[in-house]
């Protein structure tokens, strides 16, 4: 086992991580995940990905206790910021979803994960963000036919 003060940022990131994905997936049900015809609803996708960031969340927490990434110092001092980091802006999109809908959201917050925590370039990061946002439009929209939050400047919403 890992000692407690050296596992301390993993286990807060695995905790934040766990926590923010039972809380998306406990939203993610007021969005029907099954609609009453048995087709994946709205909240199909948001209940699986809180599932999953609950799951991986337990892992982190569990590779921190009794893992060991044999990582150095330094490596876990940038490894702690760039985790906060993409709690923030996670948190951030979440936020934002309601109000401008959920693919701006998730492609600005592609974008900002490939521009500030992965330190790409400014068209890397806009070229994967609108990818993402399109990609998700085309799985979610156009072949599950599973309408996502539109945001309060959608049409009727």
């Excluded at 809380?23 to 990905?49: C, D, I, K, N, S």
């Excluded at 982190?60 to 980091?85: H, I, K």
């Excluded at 990061?125 to 609108?130: D, P, S, Y």
């Excluded at 072949?143 to 309060?152: A, E, K, M, S, T």
């Amino acid at each position: 086992m890992r000692g407690l003060r050296r596992a301390a940022p993993d286990l807060v990131g695995g905790a934040l991580l766990a926590g923010l994905g039972a809380a998306l997936a406990a939203g993610a049900t007021g969005y029907q995940v099954v609609t009453g015809e048995g087709r994946l609803g709205p909240g199909f996708m948001p209940f699986v990905v809180g599932l999953l960031l609950a799951v991986f969340g337990a892992l982190v927490c569990a590779q921190a206790l009794w893992g060991g990434r044999g990582s150095g110092e330094a490596g876990e001092s940038a490894g702690g910021r760039s985790v906060a980091a993409v709690f923030a802006l996670t948190l951030l999109a979440v936020l934002l979803t309601p109000v401008v809908g959920f693919l701006p959201a998730f492609g600005l917050l592609i974008f900002a994960l490939v521009r500030f925590v992965e330190g790409e370039g400014w068209a890397v990061a806009a070229v994967l963000g609108a990818g993402g946002a399109a990609a998700a439009w085309a799985v979610f929209v156009l072949f599950l036919q599973i309408p996502l939050p539109g945001g309060v400047f959608a049409a009727g919403g």
